[in-house]
């Protein structure tokens, strides 16, 4: 059974960072394509970025520049690093995992709060 659990979120005022990690076990990492998914409060589930195995990111436009996305192929972990956050950066993060040939994110992560405080 694969399995994604995400870590790195809490509390932090507007302008503050975070970094957050999702650990992937039980899957070969690197033939994966990983993304990181938000739901604010009401709102329905967002893509925030993807990454290839060989280390190729894409992000949704009206989020470019503030979000990186990364990856460890040895640590088989993923990560999102969130600068200058704003109040509407409040959601739940969720790490989600796709094989390479398939369409669809099959596996998901438990999620992470990111909280902003304005």
């Known amino acids: 059974q694969v399995q994604l659990v995400e870590s790195g979120g809490g509390l932090v005022p507007a302008g503050g960072s975070l970094r957050l990690s999702c650990k992937a076990s039980?899957?070969?990492?690197?033939?994966?394509?990983m993304a990181w998914y938000r739901q604010a409060p009401g709102k329905q589930r967002e893509l925030v970025a993807t990454?290839?195995?060989?280390?190729?990111?894409n992000y949704t436009d009206s989020l470019k520049g503030r979000f990186t996305i990364s990856r460890d192929n040895v640590k088989d972990t993923i990560y999102l690093q969130i600068n200058n956050l704003k109040p509407e950066d409040t959601a739940v993060y969720y790490c989600?995992?796709?094989?390479?040939?398939?369409?669809?994110?099959?596996?998901w992560g438990q999620g992470t709060q990111v909280t902003v405080s304005s």
């Open positions: 990454i290839t195995g060989d280390l190729k990111a």
């Open positions: 039980r899957l070969t990492f690197a033939v994966y394509i």
């Open positions: 989600a995992a796709r094989w390479w040939g398939s369409l669809n994110f099959d596996y």
